[in-house]
């Protein structure tokens, strides 16, 4: 698995050190990127069949066999993602942009910080509110 995460990871952290041929060719991969792209694939496959055969594995593949809980790992995923990409690209900017302080961008941030840890404590009612009357 860390392989995996390393193949996926290098060219995303050194793709700026290792610039591609002239700046107006479309975006073909490299020799290089190809081979760690077929590393991070090479590994992730090994990581699939080996839990298919464990006896105990970490993720049980058996989880993904109903559509309804692949469909809810899928959004869950995608949500993080999306999450993640925003709390990264959203400072960035305040700064790069904007000229905020890396103070100034974290003192931004607070009110939806607060407003999303005070959302998360309500969220756990939901399924009691939501209950149908017998």
């Not at 952290?13 to 290792?18: I, K, L, P, V």
């Not at 991969?29 to 699939?48: D, E, H, K, N, Q």
């Not at 993720?59 to 809810?72: H, V």
């Amino acid at each position: 698995m860390p392989a995996a995460i390393r193949a996926y990871d290098y060219p995303l952290s050194q793709g700026s050190r290792h610039p591609r041929t002239p700046p107006t060719a479309p975006s073909v991969p490299t020799g290089a990127s190809r081979t760690r792209a077929i590393a991070y694939y090479g590994a992730l496959a090994a990581l699939v069949l080996r839990e298919r055969s464990a006896r105990t594995p970490l993720m049980p593949l058996r989880l993904f066999a109903e559509l309804g809980r692949s469909s809810a790992y899928l959004g869950r995923f995608l949500m993080m993602g999306s999450g993640m990409a925003y709390f990264f690209l959203m400072p960035t900017a305040m700064q790069n942009v904007f000229g905020f302080t890396s103070l100034a961008a974290a003192v931004g941030f607070l009110p939806l910080t607060i407003t999303q840890f005070v959302i998360s404590l309500g969220v756990s009612r939901l399924p009691r509110l939501s209950r149908r009357p017998s």
